[in-house]
């Protein structure tokens, strides 16, 4: 059984810094693709990065520049690094874990696991 987990969110102010981290029992990362995704009040979630197994990226234009996906030496944990936040940025964000795909995507339907979130507030 599949279970991902996100930690590492909380309030910070604009211009901060924060360190989402994600586990994925129950899978190699190597056969998945790993994203990151948010959602704010109101809006549809929408993907913010994303990392395949040869270490390619993808990122959204609203956050590439300040955000950085990243995954341990050993595949076991995946990171955000979010840079010079802004107001903007405050949402819930999901980890998710993905069949491999020819091409990588941020795709909500090409992600298939799920975690709970972990919300991020930024302060103006």
């Known amino acids: 059984q599949v279970k991902v987990v996100e930690s590492g969110g909380g309030l910070v102010q604009a211009g901060g810094s924060l360190n989402l981290s994600c586990t994925a029992s129950g899978l190699t990362f190597d056969d998945y693709a790993m994203g990151w995704f948010r959602q704010s009040p109101g809006k549809q979630r929408e993907g913010v990065a994303a990392?395949?197994?040869?270490?390619?990226?993808k990122y959204s234009d609203s956050v590439k520049g300040r955000f950085t996906i990243s995954q341990d030496s050993a595949k076991t944990s995946l990171y955000l690094q979010m840079n010079s936040l802004k107001p903007e940025d405050t949402a819930m964000y999901y980890c998710?874990?993905?069949?491999?795909?020819?091409?990588?995507?941020?795709?909500?339907?090409?992600?298939?696991?799920w975690g709970q979130g972990t919300q991020v507030t930024v302060s103006s």
């Open positions: 990392i395949d197994s040869n270490g390619y990226t």
């Open positions: 998710a874990a993905g069949n491999a795909v020819p091409i990588l995507t941020l795709i909500e339907a090409d992600f298939g696991y």
